[in-house]
């Protein structure tokens, strides 16, 4: 099993790089299945049924999300509906969307995909993230032999640990939220494939996706400003994992490739 898994997609320029990359990426890497981070797809915050659908269209397929998941109240039907998306498994009993996902890959084997939140400077509310994948965990098929969890926490600390807690027991572990593409992935000691973080997919000649000469304003005179998204030098980022019949990893490759394509103006944020 080949896995590509994309790092947080921001706004109209990763939209259109991810339509310009994933299907070249599907084709001559092999990939059997796609999963990507799209909580920030839909003007740098948030997700609407149309971009979802578009990130299908390219390839796609698994969404999970992140703490922007109810930004966009036009969502929520979808997370009820589709079996493509979930949200955080640590967020309360009573929140819209599934717990995780198990999807066929294009090999026809199953996938599982887990999200979580984590706790430390988020300001969400939400439960353990180790004590909620536990519990998907156990709810599993043992015919799931390949699971995916994406971490999507600000500290690095906490990421690092829920690899290690999961070792053995997933795929991979994979970190999203800071939008910053670490350089730190490995196969752990049992088998499962991790990263601190997958980075952004979106315009690098920014801070962070947003106007980089907004948000440096703001920080220099600390007079807040609306942070519209950047536009320019859009990038992928993510990894592709590769896996055995067991589920166990076998290596993890960092991606980071440019948009080789201009955005259309008549896109949609």
Not at 144 to 173: C, Q
Not at 187 to 192: D, F, I, K, Q, S
Not at 222 to 233: C, K, L
């Amino acid at each position: 099993m080949r896995l590509l898994i994309i790092g947080d997609i921001v706004g109209r320029p990763g939209k259109h790089v991810c339509s310009q990359v994933i299907p070249r990426l599907i084709r001559d890497e092999q990939i059997d299945f796609v999963i990507a981070n799209a909580e920030n797809a839909a003007a740098g915050s948030g997700l609407t049924p149309a971009m979802f659908n578009k990130l299908r269209h390219y390839g796609v397929d698994v969404c999970t999300m992140g703490d922007h998941i109810y930004k966009r109240r036009e969502v929520l039907p979808l997370l009820d509906e589709s079996d493509r998306i979930m949200r955080p498994a640590n967020l309360p009993p009573e929140a819209k969307g599934r717990e995780y996902v198990v999807a066929e890959a294009r090999n026809g084997e199953q996938v599982a995909v887990i999200s979580v939140l984590g706790r430390t400077f988020m300001n969400v509310r939400a439960d353990c993230p180790f004590h909620a994948v536990d519990r998907v965990l156990e709810r599993l098929s043992p015919e799931v032999r390949t699971v995916v969890v994406d971490v999507h926490a600000e500290t690095t600390s906490e990421k690092v640990a829920m690899g290690w807690y999961l070792d053995g027991r997933v795929s991979a572990v994979v970190g999203t939220h800071t939008h910053v593409q670490t350089a730190d992935e490995r196969v752990l000691p049992h088998g499962t494939a991790y990263i601190t973080d997958l980075g952004m997919t979106g315009p690098y000649d920014s801070v962070l996706g947003r106007d980089r000469k907004a948000v440096v304003s703001s920080l220099v005179t600390g007079v807040p400003q609306p942070y519209s998204v950047a536009t320019e030098d859009a990038r992928l980022s993510g990894a592709i994992v590769e896996t055995k019949d067991n589920g166990r990893a076998t290596s993890i490759v960092r991606v980071h490739i440019n948009d080789p394509l201009p955005m259309s103006t008549s896109e949609s944020q």
